[in-house]
């Protein structure tokens, strides 16, 4: 131990300087630029989020497409959500055959021309046909990102990789307010132009920039090109062991000749018994992400602002700014511990936040506290408290988590059907705020408060750890739900809390045996023996074997039957 060490009970600088280096080595490989790349299509996402909202309020675009009423606002802020709910749906088995990579292509392609029509728009017809069209774009390419990024990177960062797109959507929602913030000064109809065709410009070079990211490794071993998925490990940065420690058990499961089949067949493979679990609950918090309210803040935050008493329509913008930095900085803060934090945690700390925030600002408004100067400050910090609350929490687990939990087979299907359902209550939230806030100004607050309570006790019941777990390996922390695990607790019997590591045939036993810890139970599976007996037999019969290293597994005994 050296003098300062001893001194401070601290590393000295050099030692710490030293470790930081050897942290941020881990990162400085080809998977780091590629994650970078594929999340400019999270930028364009975040980008039309941040700007139509803005748009829509602009004097210069009432002054060509007035009156807009509430529903037609609605409208405009939505109907890009429409047709990209439909096209995600044909994601995943687009991807599976052409590649993650040339999706993104394809994708970014109709995108900026959708872009490109909503830019010279001279009619309201015109205006939404462009959005519809951009719609198609956004569904094909956003929710492969996801899929990409988790299969290219390592699953000791794979959390923090994989929180590179929702920077890049928080970047982008950021982006979109300052640059209307900055238009809206311009005189005529160049003012609501601009956002769009800087977004045609973007999305152009994001598809043509995509065909030359690496392939998946993980995709290419799922078409059956086996030495090309070798090749691409390398070109991502990984050495031979590393790469056959992160895809391991992944020639298991190829499915070269199933990945050709229809797409209903591909569909029907999301509901098998062993995954349908699964595909259920990445469809609900999906869905419930949209139903804590977020985009119902991001699209309308002028609107919002406007109503909590910022009155010019320069301060709404600016406050629509504000909220948009803090969107970056919280996640940018949030991004490196999502591999330590874990997901469980952020989903249920900051579930709980979010529903706070909602229900108090419904308050508020229900007792009429906002007339007051007081009650209106206090509804501008809850808004950004919440806006902290969800970027740092539900924002980056909740799409890691809908991805990484499925099995290769399935993955790009079931992240395409979780993003269909986030865009169609997306959809359904984008349309409906200004209606709803015109007749109430608390009932959207209280709906999405109570949609994010009824969902933080949800994910408590049935959301299992993957932290560090690789995607092969994924399928075990779903053989015993959380909710078994609480029930234990509050009847004072605690299961066990060791890690199980797998075993092999012991000298007496007629076949072998495979212990494993499955969200915090200790389960044995023996070849040929049903679950429930196994499960019945293992505690009674089994006893413990120790490693150097803590890890303890189970052995059956030979009397099972």
Known sequence: MSSVEARTGRSPPSSRIAKLRSSMAVYMHTYTLCTIFASIGGFLFGFDTGSIGPVTTMPQFLDDFAPISPTLQGLIVSSILITASTASLLAGSLSDRISRIYTFSVGGAIFAVGSAIIASASTLAQLLVGRCVAGVGEGIFLSVIIVYQCEIAPAAIRGSLACTLQLLVTVGVASGYFVCYGTVKIAGDMSWRIPFILQAIISAVFAVGSPFLVHSPR????????????KAWTRLGLNPTEAEKEDSTAANEERADESRKDWKTELRQLW???????????????????????????????????????????????ASGVSGLLNVGCTIMAQPFQDKWGRRPLVLIGGSVIASCMLVIGSIYASNAHATAGGRWAVVVLIYVFVVAFSMSWALAFRIYASEIQPMRTRAAATSLGQAANWIVNWVVAFTTPLFLARSTSGPYFLFGACTALTVLVCAAFLPESKGVSLEHLDEIFHTSPWRGIVAQLRGHPLRKLPLRRLGSEAGTRQPTIAFRSNDVEMAVVPNISRQ?????????GKYDHDDHGAVGIHVSDQIS
């Open 219 to 230: 995709w290419l071993r799922h078409v059956g090109r086996h030495e090309d998925a070798i």
């Open 272 to 318: 098998k018994k062993e995954v349908r679990k699964r595909t259920v609950l990445g469809c609900f918090i999906m869905g419930m992400q949209q139903l804590s309210g977020i985009d119902g803040v991001l699209y309308y935050a002028p609107v919002l602002f406007t109503q909590a008493g910022l009155s010019s329509t320069k301060a709404a913008f600016l």
């Open 533 to 541: 007996q196994s499960d019945r037999q293992t505690i009674t019969e």
